[in-house]
């Protein structure tokens, strides 16, 4: 698989805002940022309702945007089950939109993605959004902040893809011996 040219969707999971962005791979550590957006939902509306707008969001950006690869964020316990569900809910539907396009699905923790962008696995939101538009070279910071956020999953992505490859790659090999 060749790395450069590489076009990842990065989506930070939610079921009120849902970040997107599509960016792409250039040489070395070079990323191109073609679109980031939100897609939001009503609280008062029906989960099935929720969940079907989210998924025809991500899925009218996969086809228009064509991703190689889907990197999103893995949920975590963050001590409230609902909300813990209905983004569990979110991801599904997302996951299920890659599937039906046979596009790979990556997933990374919250601190996986700090470490990648800042070097701190405890980055704060400020020092996240600062380090990402600084990375992609943009005029001003994204808002809100889960757009910033699918950014950063989406570069987090770009940059661990090389290594993800290798160890497919030797994993094949040694299967074959």
Known sequence: MNLEG?????????????????????????IIPVAVGVVRTPSTAELSERLLRISRA?????????PDVVAMERIFERGNV???????????????AA???DIPVHMYTPSEVKKAISGNGRADK???????????????????????????????HCWRAPLIARTNQLTA???AQ
């Open 6 to 30: 590489l076009r990842v969707m990065g989506i930070d999971p939610g079921l009120t805002r849902c970040g997107l962005s599509v960016v792409q791979a250039g040489r070395g550590r070079q």
């Open 58 to 66: 991500v899925g009218e950006w996969m086809d228009d945007y064509k």
């Open 82 to 96: 609902s909300t813990v569900m209905h983004t569990a809910h979110a991801v599904g539907v997302m996951v299920l």
């Open 99 to 101: 599937a039906e396009r």
């Open 126 to 156: 400020k020092q996240m959004t600062a380090m990402i538009t600084r990375i992609l070279g943009l005029s001003e910071a994204p808002k809100p902040a889960d757009a910033a956020d699918a950014l950063a999953i989406a570069v987090c």
């Open 173 to 175: 090999k040694a299967a």
